[in-house]
């Protein structure tokens, strides 16, 4: 349940205890640490490293960023 790769980069959501991770794997992944254990969910994967990661300011959309492919925008509710 973690990254295969090292994490570079992690973001705390400004509105819940959800913290997002990305990696040199491209995988997104987000924590619930509002509960007594760590629930996570991959709510996505870039397909390359990931450099940056930040939320909106409603907490609803996570943006990643990879200097080769761009940014992607995601929305944390949904797994994809």
Do not use: C
């Not at 990661?53 to 943006?63: C, E, K, M, T, V």
């Not at 940014?71 to 797994?79: C, G, H, I, T, V």
């Amino acid at each position: 349940w973690s990254h295969t790769a090292p994490v570079i980069g992690a973001a705390f959501n400004p509105v819940n205890s959800h913290l997002a991770a990305v990696a040199y794997d491209g995988a997104v992944r987000v924590w619930d640490l509002s509960g007594p254990t760590e629930i996570f969910q991959t709510i996505g994967h870039h397909g390359r490293r990931i450099e940056a990661l930040a939320w909106s300011p409603d907490g609803r959309l996570l943006a990643t960023v990879n200097f080769v492919a761009g940014m992607q925008l995601w929305d944390a509710s949904k797994s994809y």
